[in-house]
């Protein structure tokens, strides 16, 4: 079912480093879900995650404006590979964080667990298509 936050969850797999590591993670559907993230959020379990799909292949950028956990930010490129992981973003930082060219998604995850369980770029993403909850 959704999450307290209203969002869709979806099981997300990532293969990288010949290893398979599998997240719980909700989908940010509709611009409004987009902009708000997971800001104002305490936690986030280490098997946890947000995913952005975009609506079209194109550089992205997030801040982590009224965002308050370290996040890593996965970019996800059109083939579902990963292209680039900006580690441990700065908390409420207004500060762009771009995208290394375009992507398809954004998968947001706690600080750390990409080092952590060698989540490198070339690494593929595989989650299910999920509409938009209204």
């Given at each position: 079912?959704?999450?307290?936050?209203?969002?869709?969850?979806?099981?997300?797999?990532?293969?990288?480093?010949?290893?398979?590591?599998?997240?719980?993670?909700?989908?940010a559907h509709?611009?409004?879900?987009?902009?708000?993230?997971?800001?104002?959020?305490?936690?986030?379990?280490?098997?946890?995650?947000?995913?952005?799909?975009?609506?079209?292949?194109?550089?992205?950028?997030?801040?982590?404006?009224?965002?308050?956990?370290?996040?890593?930010?996965?970019?996800?490129?059109?083939?579902?590979?990963?292209?680039?992981?900006?580690?441990?973003?700065?908390p409420m930082?207004?500060?762009?964080?771009?995208?290394?060219?375009?992507?398809?998604?954004?998968?947001?995850?706690?600080?750390?667990?990409?080092?952590?369980?060698?989540?490198?770029?070339?690494?593929?993403?595989?989650?299910?298509?999920?509409?938009?909850?209204?």
């Amino acid at each position: 079912g959704p999450s307290p936050a209203g969002l869709a969850q979806v099981h997300l797999t990532i293969d990288s480093s010949r290893r398979t590591h599998k997240f719980i993670v909700e989908v940010a559907h509709t611009p409004e879900e987009q902009a708000q993230g997971l800001m104002f959020r305490q936690s986030l379990a280490k098997d946890r995650g947000m995913l952005f799909p975009l609506a079209e292949v194109r550089p992205a950028g997030f801040w982590m404006k009224d965002t308050l956990i370290p996040l890593d930010m996965i970019w996800i490129g059109p083939d579902r590979k990963i292209t680039g992981i900006a580690e441990n973003t700065v908390p409420m930082s207004l500060e762009n964080v771009p995208s290394p060219g375009p992507v398809t998604a954004v998968l947001e995850i706690a600080r750390g667990r990409s080092a952590g369980l060698g989540i490198k770029a070339g690494g593929s993403v595989d989650w299910p298509q999920t509409p938009a909850l209204r």
